[in-house]
């Protein structure tokens, strides 16, 4: 096998260990965010609080979407304080045209967005523009060949 066919396996093997990197504990930080909606209803129900006073009271407890948002995960906090986000962003470039590669990617990146620190990383780099234009020559060389 040559090297140039390694490369891309290899890529898409360290996309893959990104994606459950940053992925770990999420699934809990969900689960408590439905437990933690669940029993504020059950609450504001048996003490019939009014919408007001719903929205005063949340506003002194952080869900754990919110806390995750502002204090993210620790290995979506190692990642922001790496240079893999600069690396995550050239290869989406590098494969635009790829939708085997290009679906993990942006797969990866919703991910990290969900800490605000990566989220606004992610915005600098102008990743935004990026991903709507490679999504769109996906979706129209996908239906119109």
């Keep these: 096998m040559q090297i140039g066919n390694i490369a891309p396996q290899l890529r898409f093997s360290v996309i893959k260990f990104l994606k459950n990197f940053c992925e770990e504990g999420i699934d809990e930080i ?7 909606n669940s029993n504020y209803v059950k609450i504001s ?11 005063k009271s949340q506003m002194f407890e952080a869900s754990p979407l919110q806390r995750l948002l502002i204090n993210g995960t620790k ?3 190692s990642l922001d304080k790496s240079d893999l ?10 494969y635009s045209k790829n939708y085997e590669f290009l679906l993990p ?8 967005v969900l800490y605000k620190s990566l989220s606004q990383k992610f915005s600098n780099f102008g990743i935004l523009k990026d991903i709507v234009k490679n999504l769109k ?3 129209f060389e996908r239906v119109f060949l």
């Design 105 to 112: 990617l942006l797969d990866l990146i919703s991910t990290c």
């Design 30 to 36: 969900l689960q408590m965010e439905g437990l933690f």
């Design 75 to 77: 290995n979506l906090r």
């Design 45 to 55: 129900f048996f003490l019939k609080e009014s919408l007001e006073d719903k929205q």
């Design 85 to 94: 986000v600069e690396d995550i962003i050239f290869t989406m470039q590098y």
């Design 137 to 139: 020559n996906v979706i």
